[in-house]
């Protein structure tokens, strides 16, 4: 009978154990299990709570503000220090890592939960519900890499778990103190200056701000006027133009080089300050670059159009030229466009300040790129429709066209707009997308000869042999002709009330002179049967009231 109870017994205690097995598991998950924890420092006192993220994280700020940095070191998990040298570590190790937590990281306190678990309740992160061990306090950059500040729950044996920083942030605090803690500069001021002033900074930082941006307005106002100086005396006009072109990105390079070296490496600055030079830095570079790249871009289309104007760059001779000369303009569309984006990325990717934001983009960029791109759809419809005109070369800058009635030439390709210059000086501008979507005549596309023709009326007693004789005549002597006599041709078209309609065609080599030369055409042939008429004493022009040239329209060239 003892032997069937002890059985029940050992089967009730089996059946416990397995119940309990998967909850002793997930408890130990939420925990860093360890053996031992600072055997080498006294007992905490009660002024060290370690039990939440976030009362830790205001435990070790408040203790080493207050300089009690032996009770500070009970934060940091010391463990890889032998026992004997704890007592003496850790307090160091305190006060280095509360100068980086100031001057290098800012603190996101709604991350740092008042639970022991860390455990999200709100939102739908993936992380909402599930208990944490590790909590992510800020990420600085040591040695080319990038390592974590964090915070970990730990238990020993049976005790209650406890936040502390990890172990592998305190083997990281000697180096990052020695990158990011205070400058000798800074360790040769007086006590007083480097007492909490307001806003997380000191009162060297609001005593030496001031002067660190008057040494950077110095620093750039000479490299500014030393350029130009440098470029004015310049034998050749060559390198005068390149110094020019990187005169502001050169500028604006020193200036965050100056700005960088100042706020850390001569003074480092604290996190509040760090937050906002960190990312002004970094924008300086980014368009330092992309206006180097502008400006180089700029320098290659003024060294390939010189000093012609746009008008004259329609002219056969230029046609490889324009080409270029468009895409090298589409280019510099892209280094824009690139740009922006990199530098972006760069700003967003680089600071802390941008870290949850770069985060939250991250994940919702499904929604936030549709939002964007239906609210940038004609202005990014546009980009793509310049883009397209560059590839395609539909029309090149110094390209003339017939557009709209206007005769233009392609002035400008613009992100979102086209500008012409109307033959009569004056300014077209038209939005890409109608641009591309609008039926235009461009005169200097493959073939560059064009014919021109004029029609005027004549009394039906002229004689039109005379008039081809000397149409043919006068084109065998006119240099803008092809020369090609097939091409040049005089008939009679139609007939009404006021006399015969008389065509007159002839090939024009440049379309550029297309225009000229059709006038001038009109001109001799108007006043050649003048001289007919004094000649045979008929009329042949028809009067005031009686008729008026077929081709007389709008007074803009065709």
């Not at 360890?34 to 009362?55: E, H, I, K, M």
């Not at 160091?92 to 509360?98: I, S, V």
Request: proline residues 5%; charged residues 20%; contains cysteine.
């Amino acid at each position: 009978m003892s032997r069937v109870m002890l059985t029940h017994h050992a089967i009730l205690r089996l059946t416990l154990v397995l119940l309990l097995l998967p909850f002793q598991a997930a408890a130990q998950d939420d925990v860093f299990p360890l053996d031992q924890l600072n055997v080498g420092l006294t007992n905490p006192g009660p002024q060290v709570d370690r039990d939440t993220p976030q009362a830790a994280m205001e435990s070790f700020i408040d203790l080493t503000d207050a300089g009690d940095l032996d009770a500070a070191a009970h934060l940091l998990d010391l463990n890889d220090i032998p026992v004997q040298a704890q007592a003496q570590a850790g307090p160091l190790l305190a006060r280095q890592l509360a100068s980086v937590i100031d001057r290098k990281i800012v603190v996101d306190w709604k991350d740092l939960l008042e639970r022991p678990d860390a455990m999200v309740t709100t939102g739908d992160g993936p992380m909402v519900g599930q208990p944490q061990k590790s909590v992510l306090i800020g990420y600085l950059e040591k040695n080319d890499r990038i390592v974590a500040v964090r915070l970990n729950r730990v238990q020993v044996g049976e005790d209650d778990p406890v936040w502390v920083f990890s172990r592998d942030t305190v083997d990281n605090i000697p180096a990052l103190y020695s990158l990011y803690g205070p400058s000798q500069l800074e360790q040769m001021l007086p006590d007083p200056l480097r007492h909490p002033a307001f806003w997380g900074m000191q009162w060297w930082e609001v005593i030496g701000l001031p002067l660190i941006a008057l040494v950077t307005g110095l620093v750039t106002l000479l490299t500014w006027r030393g350029t130009n100086l440098i470029a004015r005396h310049q034998p050749s006009a060559l390198v005068s133009e390149l110094l020019r072109a990187t005169r502001m990105p050169l500028t604006l390079a020193i200036l965050a080089f100056t700005l960088s070296v100042t706020t850390a490496q001569v003074l480092v600055v604290s996190g509040i300050v760090d937050a906002i030079t960190a990312p002004l830095i970094v924008i300086l570079f980014v368009v330092a670059a992309m206006i180097l790249a502008i400006n180089v871009i700029d320098a290659v289309l003024q060294r390939m159009t010189g000093t012609r104007d746009v008008e004259e760059l329609a002219s056969p001779e230029f046609g490889d030229q324009r080409a270029r000369a468009t895409t090298i303009a589409a280019l510099r569309r892209m280094a824009i466009v690139l740009a922006i984006i990199v530098g972006a990325g760069l700003v967003l990717t680089s600071t802390q300040t941008f870290s949850g934001a770069g985060l939250s983009v991250l994940a919702s960029a499904g929604g936030i790129a549709l939002v964007l791109g239906f609210a940038a759809r004609e202005v990014l419809g546009n980009i793509m429709a310049s883009m397209q005109i560059s590839l395609n070369r539909s029309a090149k800058v110094g390209d003339q066209l017939i557009y709209d009635g206007n005769l233009c030439t392609v002035e400008r390709i613009h992100f979102t707009f086209v500008q012409l210059k109307v033959w009569d000086d004056t300014r077209l501008i038209v939005p890409v997308s109608k641009f591309v979507s609008d039926a235009f005549i461009n005169r200097s596309t493959k073939t560059y000869g064009m014919i021109r023709h004029a029609t005027l009326i004549f009394a039906p007693r002229i004689d039109v042999g005379r008039l081809r004789d000397h149409f043919h005549d006068w084109c065998a002597q006119d240099d803008r002709v092809d020369g090609d006599p097939d091409d040049i041709d005089c008939v009679v078209t139609d007939q009404g009330d006021s006399g015969i309609h008389v065509r007159f065609d002839a090939p024009v080599k440049d379309p550029t002179e297309g225009w000229n030369f059709e006038c001038d055409m009109r001109e001799e042939l108007i006043r050649f049967a003048a001289t007919l008429e004094d000649e045979d004493g008929t009329e042949y022009l028809p009067h005031m009231g009686s008729g008026t040239a077929a081709d007389a329209g709008p007074g803009a060239p065709g």
